[in-house]
């Protein structure tokens, strides 16, 4: 199994920066895709960004140009950079993984748990 575990969470100010990180542990053969998505309280999880293991990358248009991801293929962790942030980014921040455990099962995606960011003055 893999193992997601978030960091990085907390209260900002308008316009303020946060940066997130998730760690990727476990038995772990290979990942694809790693990425972050976010919900907020009575709507839907929507996706925020992804990077591929060779480094492309894929944003929400509302964080287009004040969020920036990247991943530590050594470390497999996978980072997203706030900056700029509104109250409207407002959300728990779920870290996720497309990744093998082993040569002989297919691609599962796992989450993480799970971290509070929160905009406000």
């Known amino acids: 199994q893999v193992q997601l575990v978030e960091s990085g969470g907390g209260l900002v100010q308008p316009g303020g920066s946060l940066r997130l990180s998730c760690a990727a542990s476990g038995s772990i053969f290979s990942i694809n895709d790693m990425g972050w998505f976010r919900q907020a309280p009575g709507k839907q999880r929507d996706l925020v960004a992804s990077?591929?293991?060779?480094?492309?990358?894929n944003y929400a248009g509302s964080v287009k140009g004040r969020f920036t991801i990247s991943r530590d293929n050594a470390k497999n962790t996978v980072y997203l950079q706030m900056n700029s942030l509104k109250p409207e980014d407002t959300a728990v921040y779920f870290c996720?993984?497309?990744?093998?455990?082993?040569?002989?099962?297919?691609?599962?995606?796992?989450w993480g748990q799970g971290t509070q960011v929160t905009v406000s003055s």
């Open positions: 996720y993984a497309d990744a093998k455990s082993s040569i002989w099962f297919g691609v599962k995606t796992y």
């Open positions: 990077i591929t293991s060779g480094g492309s990358t």
